[in-house]
Each structure stands twice: as structure tokens, then as C-alpha cells.
């Protein structure tokens, strides 16, 4: 099965920016494949940030980001560019694969470990 390594959190002031990568390896990503980033806030269900299929689509996005990030994605990776970050963003950050243009985490089989982004005022 591919893996996904996630990769760029960290620890900054509100306001500024962070880009977060996730990288596959091991097997092949079709063309159909749907990248998503989702977040998981202590004590708080994982939610869904955003998603991009990497051949092509609309990037769609959370209500909660629109605006402030940007989701790219390539063929083995995807970046989050995260801008004007607030402290209500702090939360681990993984990336996933799947094959549906969906926002619900459970169309999503395959998961990255997970980075931690810390966004203090």
C-alpha cells in the first residue's frame, strides 16, 4: 500500500503562515486520485480542510480555511499552504487519499501519520 508522510508543522504566532506537505511512496497514485487534508483538535472529531483531485478539479474547501489556505496537488504529493493562521487552526494535520470527490473522512482509505500544527496568539 502507498504511504503518505506528511511533513512542515510546527509551532507559530497566529497571523502567520505554515505550508504543510505529504509525500507517497511505495506503490502507485492513479489519476483518479482524490488528495484530502483533514485535522483532528484535542478532544474534537477529525475534520475535513480540504481536498483536490491531482489530475485536474476544483479544489474544494472548509468553510473554516476558505480563503486563508490553498491545497495543491501533484501525482506523489500534496501541499497545504496555510496563511493567517488562527489559533483555532492548532490541531494534527493528516493527509489522505481516496477515490471519491468527498469531504466525509470515511471516503478516504488511506491515511498519513499525522503533523502537529501549534498556532499560539
Known amino acids: 500500500q502507498v504511504q503518505l508522510v506528511e511533513s512542515g508543522g510546527g509551532l507559530v504566532q497566529a497571523g502567520d503562515s ?3 506537505s505529504c509525500t507517497a511512496s511505495g506503490g502507485r497514485i492513479l489519476s483518479s486520485t482524490v488528495w484530502g ?3 483532528q483538535a484535542p478532544g474534537k472529531e477529525r475534520e ?3 481536498l483536490v483531485r491531482w489530475r485536474g478539479g476544483t ?4 468553510d473554516s480555511v476558505k480563503g486563508r489556505f490553498t491545497i495543491s496537488g ?3 504529493s500534496v501541499h ?8 483555532e487552526d492548532t490541531a494534527v494535520y493528516y493527509c489522505a487519499t481516496g ?3 468527498e469531504s466525509n473522512r470515511r471516503a478516504y482509505n488511506n491515511w498519513g501519520q499525522g503533523t502537529q500544527v501549534t498556532v499560539v496568539s
Open 48 to 50: 475535513f480542510v480540504a
Open 80 to 87: 497545504l499552504q496555510m496563511s493567517s493562521l488562527k489559533v
Open 37 to 39: 487534508w483533514f485535522r
Open 18 to 20: 505554515l505550508r504543510l
Open 74 to 76: 501533484a501525482r506523489d
Open 59 to 62: 479544489p474544494f474547501y472548509a
Open 99 to 101: 477515490s471519491h470527490y
